[in-house]
Nanobody
Protein backbone atom coordinates (compact mmCIF):
# COMPACT_ATOMS: atom_id res chain seq x y z
CA UNK A 1 0.00 0.00 0.00
CA UNK A 2 1.20 3.48 -0.88
CA UNK A 3 -0.05 6.82 0.36
CA UNK A 4 0.55 9.94 -1.68
CA UNK A 5 -0.17 13.45 -0.43
CA UNK A 6 -0.02 16.44 -2.77
CA UNK A 7 0.43 20.01 -1.65
CA UNK A 8 1.13 23.38 -3.22
CA UNK A 9 -1.90 23.94 -5.42
CA UNK A 10 -3.83 27.17 -5.49
CA UNK A 11 -4.92 30.20 -7.49
CA UNK A 12 -2.37 32.13 -9.51
CA UNK A 13 -2.46 34.73 -12.25
CA UNK A 14 -1.40 33.95 -15.78
CA UNK A 15 2.39 34.06 -16.03
CA UNK A 16 2.85 33.10 -12.41
CA UNK A 17 4.46 30.07 -10.81
CA UNK A 18 3.52 27.27 -8.46
CA UNK A 19 5.37 24.30 -7.05
CA UNK A 20 3.55 21.08 -6.33
CA UNK A 21 4.96 18.54 -3.89
CA UNK A 22 4.01 14.90 -3.41
CA UNK A 23 5.04 13.12 -0.22
CA UNK A 24 5.00 9.32 -0.49
CA UNK A 25 4.87 6.67 2.21
CA UNK A 26 4.37 2.92 2.44
CA UNK A 27 6.55 1.69 -0.44
CA UNK A 28 10.21 2.03 -1.30
CA UNK A 29 9.96 5.37 -3.07
CA UNK A 30 13.32 5.06 -4.77
CA UNK A 31 12.27 1.85 -6.59
CA UNK A 32 9.45 3.31 -8.66
CA UNK A 33 8.85 5.96 -11.28
CA UNK A 34 6.66 8.90 -10.33
CA UNK A 35 4.32 10.98 -12.41
CA UNK A 36 2.11 14.05 -12.42
CA UNK A 37 -1.21 13.91 -14.22
CA UNK A 38 -3.64 16.71 -14.94
CA UNK A 39 -7.40 16.54 -15.38
CA UNK A 40 -9.26 19.57 -16.65
CA UNK A 41 -13.06 19.82 -16.40
CA UNK A 42 -14.70 17.54 -18.98
CA UNK A 43 -11.37 16.16 -20.17
CA UNK A 44 -9.45 12.95 -19.67
CA UNK A 45 -6.57 12.70 -17.25
CA UNK A 46 -3.26 13.29 -19.04
CA UNK A 47 0.33 12.79 -18.00
CA UNK A 48 2.12 16.12 -17.92
CA UNK A 49 5.41 14.87 -16.46
CA UNK A 50 7.08 11.72 -15.19
CA UNK A 51 10.46 10.69 -13.85
CA UNK A 52 12.35 7.40 -13.58
CA UNK A 53 13.13 6.01 -10.15
CA UNK A 54 16.78 7.09 -10.46
CA UNK A 55 15.80 10.59 -11.53
CA UNK A 56 17.98 10.49 -14.64
CA UNK A 57 15.21 10.31 -17.22
CA UNK A 58 12.20 12.58 -17.37
CA UNK A 59 9.21 13.08 -19.61
CA UNK A 60 7.32 16.34 -20.11
CA UNK A 61 4.26 16.69 -22.30
CA UNK A 62 4.61 18.99 -25.28
CA UNK A 63 2.05 21.36 -23.77
CA UNK A 64 4.25 22.02 -20.72
CA UNK A 65 7.77 21.47 -22.04
CA UNK A 66 10.03 24.39 -21.20
CA UNK A 67 7.63 25.64 -18.50
CA UNK A 68 7.21 22.69 -16.09
CA UNK A 69 9.97 20.65 -14.49
CA UNK A 70 9.59 17.39 -12.60
CA UNK A 71 12.15 16.36 -10.02
CA UNK A 72 12.46 14.02 -7.08
CA UNK A 73 14.33 13.70 -3.80
CA UNK A 74 14.57 10.01 -2.93
CA UNK A 75 15.97 10.78 0.51
CA UNK A 76 12.76 12.67 1.32
CA UNK A 77 10.40 10.34 -0.61
CA UNK A 78 9.10 13.42 -2.39
CA UNK A 79 8.52 14.38 -5.98
CA UNK A 80 8.01 17.93 -7.20
CA UNK A 81 6.47 19.72 -10.16
CA UNK A 82 7.76 23.24 -10.68
CA UNK A 83 5.31 25.13 -12.88
CA UNK A 84 6.38 28.42 -14.42
CA UNK A 85 4.76 30.76 -16.96
CA UNK A 86 1.38 29.31 -16.10
CA UNK A 87 -1.48 29.71 -18.55
CA UNK A 88 -5.26 29.52 -18.03
CA UNK A 89 -5.26 26.22 -19.96
CA UNK A 90 -3.07 24.72 -17.21
CA UNK A 91 -6.07 24.90 -14.88
CA UNK A 92 -7.15 21.53 -13.52
CA UNK A 93 -6.69 18.99 -10.77
CA UNK A 94 -3.14 17.68 -10.57
CA UNK A 95 -2.61 14.13 -9.37
CA UNK A 96 0.60 12.57 -8.17
CA UNK A 97 1.04 8.91 -9.13
CA UNK A 98 3.43 6.13 -8.12
CA UNK A 99 4.63 3.82 -10.85
CA UNK A 100 4.36 0.03 -11.04
CA UNK A 101 8.04 -0.19 -11.96
CA UNK A 102 11.19 1.90 -12.01
CA UNK A 103 10.56 3.17 -15.55
CA UNK A 104 8.10 2.97 -18.45
CA UNK A 105 8.20 2.06 -22.13
CA UNK A 106 7.51 4.63 -24.82
CA UNK A 107 5.45 7.41 -23.30
CA UNK A 108 4.09 7.18 -19.73
CA UNK A 109 0.37 6.54 -19.43
CA UNK A 110 -1.98 5.94 -16.51
CA UNK A 111 -1.46 2.18 -17.04
CA UNK A 112 2.13 2.59 -15.83
CA UNK A 113 0.99 3.86 -12.41
CA UNK A 114 -0.97 2.09 -9.70
CA UNK A 115 -1.28 4.50 -6.77
CA UNK A 116 -2.73 7.99 -6.90
CA UNK A 117 -2.94 10.99 -4.62
CA UNK A 118 -6.16 12.81 -3.86
CA UNK A 119 -5.36 15.65 -6.25
CA UNK A 120 -4.48 19.33 -5.91
CA UNK A 121 -6.48 22.07 -7.59
CA UNK A 122 -4.53 24.53 -9.72
CA UNK A 123 -6.42 27.51 -11.09
CA UNK A 124 -4.79 30.02 -13.42
CA UNK A 125 -6.68 33.25 -13.98
CA UNK A 126 -6.27 35.33 -17.10
Amino acid sequence: QVQLAESGGGLVQSGGSLRLSCQASGRSFSDVAMGWFRQAPGQERECVAAIYSNGRTTYHAVSVKGRFTISRDNAKSTTYLQMNSLKPQDTGVYFCAAGKRSAWSGYPTHNDFDYWGQGAQVTVSS
